[in-house]
């Protein structure tokens, strides 16, 4: 049975850095391409970037450049997302999800999502 399982959201204060983790099991992890989302409340899933199977190449869309910074640890069978300089924008359920194909915005696996609150 896959599961991804994030973990690291919480209460910040806008300006705090933050690391989200996504830990993969059932699955051989660097086979597989991360990708990150998000949803903030009455707003659709937003795909903020992805990590290739080996982790060496990175994606992030336009608007994610600069302030989030997404790795993999195969050995581990996590991958992590890390934004900086947190906005009240910032403000959502962040999800991890696995796909055999990189890049690609279509993800075959999913996590339970985290949830991040920043206050200003």
């Known amino acids: 049975q896959v599961q991804l399982v994030e973990s690291g959201g919480g209460l910040v204060q806008a300006g705090d850095s933050l690391r989200i983790s996504c830990e993969a099991s059932?699955?051989?992890?660097?086979?597989?391409?991360v990708g990150w989302f998000r949803q903030a409340p009455n707003q659709d899933r937003e795909f903020l970037g992805a990590i290739s199977q080996t982790g060496s190449q990175t994606y992030y869309t336009d608007s994610m450049k600069g302030r989030f910074t997404i790795s993999k640890d195969n050995a581990r069978n996590t991958s992590d997302l890390r934004i900086n300089t947190l906005k009240p924008e910032d403000t959502a359920v962040y999800y991890c999800?696995?796909?055999?194909?990189?890049?690609?915005?279509?993800?075959?696996?999913w996590g339970q999502g985290t949830q991040v609150t920043v206050s200003s």
């Open positions: 059932g699955l051989t992890f660097n086979r597989y391409a």
């Open positions: 999800a696995a796909s055999r194909i990189y890049p690609t915005q279509k993800y075959d696996f």
